[in-house]
């Protein structure tokens, strides 16, 4: 069992940064791969980002390569998501996810599907 709660969301204007945090606590935090999803009014939650558990492998939407970054810090049971270089169409409520995998430490996901736990949700709204 693990809580997630996710923070640093806010209004900002476009080309700005922001960075987003996720906690997680009660469960051991290397056991999750992680990742960040969103959802835009009147639009499915879709994938943003995603981290395997021992940090080497990432992945990430086709629209925010290059603008976005994935980290993790295992002794912090932290999950972050770096973004920069912010458009309007980034906007949306922001969601941390884990998946249980507990043999496989490179796994990685992109599907909704396969996260067990998810967190509230942080706002990210970006103006032009």
């Known amino acids: 069992q693990v809580q997630l709660i996710e923070s640093g969301g806010g209004s900002v204007q476009a080309g700005d940064s922001l960075r987003l945090s996720c906690a997680a606590s009660g469960a051991t935090f290397f056991f999750y791969a992680m990742g960040w999803f969103r959802q835009a009014p009147g639009k499915e939650r879709e994938f943003v980002a995603t981290?395997?558990?021992?940090?080497?492998?990432?992945t990430y939407a086709d629209f925010v390569k290059g603008r976005f970054t994935i980290s993790r810090d295992n002794g912090k049971s932290t999950v972050y998501l770096q973004m920069n270089s912010l458009k309007p169409e980034d906007t949306a409520v922001y969601f941390c996810?884990?998946?249980?995998?507990?043999?496989?430490?490179?796994?990685?996901?992109?599907?909704?599907?396969?996260?067990?736990?998810w967190g509230q949700g942080t706002q990210v709204t970006v103006s032009e």
């Open positions: 996810a884990a998946d249980f995998s507990p043999s496989r430490t490179g796994w990685i996901s992109t599907l909704l599907a396969d996260y067990d736990h």
């Open positions: 981290i395997s558990r021992n940090g080497f492998n990432t």
